[in-house]
């Protein structure tokens, strides 16, 4: 059940709840079916998504890791998955044996 107002205008920078990696733009006014709005959203990427008002908030520039977490705003698992990569790429492996 939505609001008698759209919580977002076109313009409006968003990120979905259900995927945090997705940011992009409202592109256009949202359509109202069922009670539910609708909006146009454009990705980082260029692809156009019709996604419901309540999978998306307002996107804020990134934060420190503890703001974050304070805020209850966490990533997916493909997130750490990226996270810890790098950090393997990043840190290589101190104090490894090796056999001759």
């Given at each position: 059940m939505?609001s008698s107002?759209?919580?977002?205008?076109p313009?409006?920078?968003?990120?979905?709840?259900?995927?945090?990696?997705?940011?992009?733009?409202?592109?256009?006014?949202?359509?109202?079916?069922?009670?539910?709005?609708?909006?146009?959203?454009?990705?980082l990427?260029?692809?156009?998504?019709?996604?419901?008002?309540?999978?998306?908030q307002?996107?804020?520039a990134?934060?420190?890791?503890?703001g974050?977490?304070?805020?209850?705003?966490f990533?997916?698992?493909?997130?750490?998955?990226?996270k810890v990569?790098?950090?393997?790429?990043?840190?290589?492996l101190?104090?490894?044996?090796?056999?001759?």
């Open positions: 939505t107002t759209p919580a977002f205008e313009g409006t920078k968003v990120q979905y709840r259900s995927d945090r990696a997705k940011v992009g733009e409202v592109v256009r006014s949202p359509t109202s079916v069922q009670d539910v709005y609708w909006y146009s959203v454009q990705l990427n260029g692809a156009i998504e019709t996604v419901p008002e309540q999978d998306l307002g996107f804020r990134a934060q420190d890791p503890r974050l977490f304070v805020e209850g705003r990533g997916g698992t493909e997130d750490l998955v990226r990569t790098f950090h393997k790429l990043d840190e290589p101190q104090n490894t044996l090796y056999s001759l």
